[in-house]
């Protein structure tokens, strides 16, 4: 077709383009004209009764023709199709016809150069008065730019290693890379022109339709992370923004990285729960109660960190018998249904149950499906219904072995949503099962120390005698707790005169040794005073003197004093306190008036087993009746955070303070108060009370 280079204006005027007012009707033409000239969108008609397809210029340069080139028929436009668009493009053009209705298609044209252009073409079809198509107008614009710019979008797009897809305001799909096609484990073919909570409906009501519906209506970014069920299974960070023709999402599959973090979780979940067994478990074992708590707490530990649930068996140290101890479930509502059945299992169980196989076998057990194994063994009643009720689905259970002792088991249990135990959790199992066996050993090793050692201590610090005159208390705290023995002692004995002798000491050291040591003292001593009215210091110069020739090789501090009365003193109501200090903290004197005093100088004299030929001095007062006296060990005034005779003063006051309890209640009460932060030292201490005597002749 032609169309002329300059179009006529209105019939019956001329031309007129550079002296049209504004208001002029071509103005408006002109203008349109411009801008689709400057906008480089070309026209056509086709006559579809002739044939006859009209292009402007724009057109014309657009497929590449010179003016006169081309012939006006549609076989000319065809002939500049790309052959891989030929077929579409002229379809698309016979739809229309067809359906009196628009055209609409994006195709390339091959120009005689071989140069390709894209062109985006646009018509209606209009119709006569019996509704036949007879005419199709439209127009042509060059996409190849655009096209290219798309494509460099596009390339890049599908190079990267993000998952990109884009949605229209209908929440359909209109792009998709490659790396969306992988993780979302579609193909271009099904994603794109589909809705995209059809597609997925997972989504709907999750973090994903939550997210878009905010970017789209606020026109905000979101940026967060949510899960994919199955089929797709995944975790996702997603970053959403929106845009003028919808919604441009970046994901990627983080799956892995979750994976990885809660890996690492677990793994320091794991170590603390082995240190936290650990702590809790010498902190409270000791006896057989604390055995219990300290189980019951590692119960609590273990769950949920290895388990939805547990329960911990220990065998009776007396008959060796089974018991389910302590357990646990992550969920409130079940720990009384789990404590039921830890209550009723054991009787209910056949033998060949695996928490009774892992006990007999030493071994540990994992079994893959409980229901199977344990189920069909269970009597009907209380404790069906709460294996019922707690419903495993997967257990592990460890044998509690100590030195070569089975002490119990830890059985670990999970449920249907939690899969079964991996090899990082079998062995921070193991190791919990070794450290609480381990503790629950030595604490019994321990407690069979201890008793032998409370028997030794029994034997020699025997209790005191009670004459009818007088009250002895004694005291004895070891701060040893592994030996509960140490080089403190006292004693407390009567003469064959009636004269009662009270000894306070403390060898050198805190050791068996030091025990051992302090057992033959005592013994010595008693041997050398007991024989008659020896004075205390001829007991300690006579004990001195057996420590050399015994070769003890051993060192000691002591305080021997005697309790002396005559027959006037009887009558008068005093008594004679006689005694001799060698290298020991002074004795202290209540007097019945409430008055303390210290007996003796600062120090007293040399310690036994230093000189045998050492210089020994008695000393006496003469007490009312109704007076008390203390001796005691430096443990109960001295330590680290603590110097001798600030000790000894704090120790007056307390007695100053105490001194209307009775005697037991006071020597319980001094040791708590001047020892409240617990021994640094082993504390030894003997008090005599002398009793007020009524008229009349000594029983």
Same mark, same amino acid.
Request: overall charge negative; charged content about 25%.
């Given at each position: ?7 006529? !204006? ?6 007129? &383009? ?32 002739? @044939?006859? =397809? ?12 010179? &003016? ?44 005689? #150069? @071989? ?69 979302? /484990? ?6 794109? %022109? ?53 919604? #441009? ?17 677990? #793994? ?17 074992? !000791? ?24 329960? *911990? ?6 008959? %060796? ?5 302590? #357990? ?20 209910? $169980? ?20 409980? &229901?199977?194994? $344990? ?111 140490? @080089? ?8 064959? +005169? ?11 050291? /805190? ?18 005073? /007991? ?55 002074? &004795?202290? =004197? ?8 210290? =007996? ?5 004299? *040399? ?18 009746? !109704?007076?008390? =006296? ?37 020597? +319980? ?31």
């Amino acid at each position: 077709m032609t169309v002329p280079e300059q179009r006529p !204006g209105p019939p019956g005027k001329a031309s007129r &383009p550079l002296s049209l007012l504004p208001d002029d009707p071509d103005v408006s033409r002109i203008r349109f004209e411009l801008a689709i000239d400057a906008a480089g969108i070309g026209s056509f008609d086709w006559d579809l009764v002739t @044939g006859r =397809l009209s292009w402007d210029d724009q057109l014309m340069a657009i497929f590449g023709y010179r &003016p006169g080139g081309f012939d006006e028929s549609i076989d000319a436009f065809a002939a500049r199709l790309h052959p891989d668009d030929r077929e579409r493009t002229l379809q698309a053009l016979q739809d229309a016809i067809d359906d009196v209705g628009v055209y609409d298609a994006e195709f390339r044209v091959v120009l005689p #150069s @071989g140069e390709t252009r894209w062109v985006q073409g646009r018509g209606r079809a209009l119709a006569d008065d019996r509704g036949t198509a007879v005419r199709l107008l439209g127009a042509g614009i060059d996409t190849t730019r655009l096209r290219e710019g798309d494509a460099r979008v596009s390339r890049v797009l599908e190079t990267m290693r993000s998952a990109f897809f884009a949605l229209d305001r209908r929440w359909r799909f209109t792009y998709v890379n490659a790396e969306a096609e992988r993780v979302l /484990h579609r193909s271009r073919e099904e994603l794109l %022109g589909g809705v995209v909570w059809t597609l997925f409906p997972a989504a709907v009501g999750s973090a994903f339709e939550v997210h878009y519906r905010a970017a789209m209506e606020g026109g905000e970014e979101r940026v967060f992370e949510a899960y994919y069920p199955p089929p797709l299974d995944s975790w996702y960070e997603v970053r959403a923004w929106p845009g003028p023709d919808g919604l #441009s999402v970046y994901f990627l599959d983080v799956t892995e990285r979750r994976a990885a973090e809660q890996r690492a979780r677990d #793994s320091a979940a794991r170590l603390a729960l082995v240190a936290e067994v650990s702590a809790l478990m010498s902190a409270t074992l !000791g006896s057989p109660a604390g055995e219990r708590t300290a189980l019951q707490r590692v119960a609590e530990a273990v769950v949920p960190v290895l388990g939805d649930w547990a329960i *911990l068996t220990l065998a009776d140290g007396a008959d %060796g018998r089974m018991h389910d101890v302590a #357990s646990w479930h992550a969920d409130p509502a079940l720990r009384p249904v789990t404590a039921t059945y830890a209550a009723l299992r054991l009787a209910s $169980i056949a033998p060949d149950a695996p928490v009774l196989r892992a006990l007999g076998s030493g071994r540990l057990l994992t079994v893959a499906d409980v &229901p199977a194994a $344990i189920r069909p063994t269970l009597p009907e009643g209380e404790v069906l219904d709460a294996f019922d009720a707690l419903a495993p689905r997967t257990a592990v259970t460890l044998p509690l072995l100590a030195r070569g002792r089975t002490l119990g088991a830890l059985s670990v249990y999970r449920g249907a949503g939690r899969p079964a135990a991996t090899d990082e959790d079998v062995a921070a199992a193991r190791e919990v099962a070794d450290r609480v066996a381990l503790a629950l050993d030595n604490a019994r090793l321990f407690d069979q120390q201890r008793r032998l050692a409370e028997a030794l201590q029994r034997s020699l610090l025997t209790a005191p005698p009670q004459p009818d005159e007088a009250e002895i208390v004694v005291r004895y705290q070891p701060a040893v707790q592994v030996a509960q023995v140490g @080089g403190d002692w006292y004693d407390a004995f009567q003469q064959p +005169d009636g004269a009662t002798v009270l000894v306070i000491g403390d060898v050198v050291g /805190h050791d068996t040794e030091a025990a051992a040591a302090m057992g033959q003292l005592r013994g010595m001593l008693r041997g050398v005073a /007991h024989r008659g009215d020896t004075p205390p210091d001829a007991v300690l110069a006579e004990l001195d003197a057996a420590v050399d020739a015994l070769g003890l090789d051993t060192m000691a501090t002591a305080v021997v004093a005697r309790v002396e009365q005559t027959p006037e003193q009887r009558a008068a109501g005093t008594t004679t306190l006689r005694w001799s200090n060698a290298g020991h903290p002074p &004795p202290l =004197l209540l007097t019945p008036e409430g008055e303390v005093r210290r =007996l003796g100088g600062e120090r007293g004299e *040399l310690m036994l087993g230093v000189d045998p030929a050492a210089r020994r001095t008695s000393h006496e007062v003469e007490v009312r009746r !109704g007076s008390t =006296l203390l001796l005691y060990t430096d443990g109960l005034v001295e330590g680290r955070d603590l110097l001798l005779d600030e000790g000894i003063e704090r120790l007056r006051d307390a007695l100053t303070e105490l001194a209307g309890l009775p005697l037991e209640r006071l020597c +319980d009460a001094l040791v708590r108060r001047l020892r409240p932060e617990g021994l640094q030292d082993d504390v030894a201490l003997v008090a005599i009370r002398l009793h007020p005597q009524p008229e009349g002749p000594r029983p």
